[in-house]
């Protein structure tokens, strides 16, 4: 009789913990990580393309720790493709916390044309992103889009 006691407390301290368990995971949402272009930055040219990096401020917003596990993303110049990237190498997103991410993109010379005519003409380049980050959560695994545009000026392009 003496032994039963211990094993009832513990299998009531089990179940006790699984239910507190179970109710801080019921609370926790997942809350897409703002992600923003911060930066894009030459790196190499050759005779066949190039890469340059794009540079990405993410903000996870969620009170627990994210974890990517595929980022890829795809850049155009004035309605043009000119690049892809994959960063397939983890990155953790700290909770509620700003987090830079550089992504080297490789480019072919066939996509500079569009950008070179918007500068002669306009003295900046357009661009999009378009891209998917995967990302581990407690939650499970989560897909979030990326998609920005914007305009670069020729003054910061020539540093």
Not at 21 to 46: H, K, M, Y
């Amino acid at each position: 009789m003496h032994l039963r006691i211990p094993h009832l407390a513990s299998r009531i301290s089990i179940m006790a913990l699984l239910c507190v368990s179970c109710a801080t995971l019921g609370r926790l949402a997942f809350t897409e990580p703002d992600v923003e272009l911060q930066e894009i930055a030459v790196t190499g040219i050759g005779l066949t393309g190039g890469t340059f990096e794009l540079a990405f401020d993410v903000y996870n917003p969620n009170d627990y720790r994210i974890r990517s596990t595929r980022l890829e993303v795809g850049i155009d110049l004035d309605g043009t493709h000119f690049g892809d990237a994959l960063l397939d190498r983890p990155l953790d997103l700290s909770p509620t916390n700003h987090s830079r991410i550089v992504v080297p993109v490789r480019f072919e010379w066939a996509g500079l044309g569009a950008g070179a005519k918007a500068l002669l003409a306009r003295r900046a380049v357009g661009y999009g992103v378009t891209g998917r980050v995967l990302l581990d959560t407690p939650l499970g695994e989560k897909t979030v889009a990326l998609h920005g545009t914007g305009n670069v000026p020729l003054r910061k392009l020539i540093r």
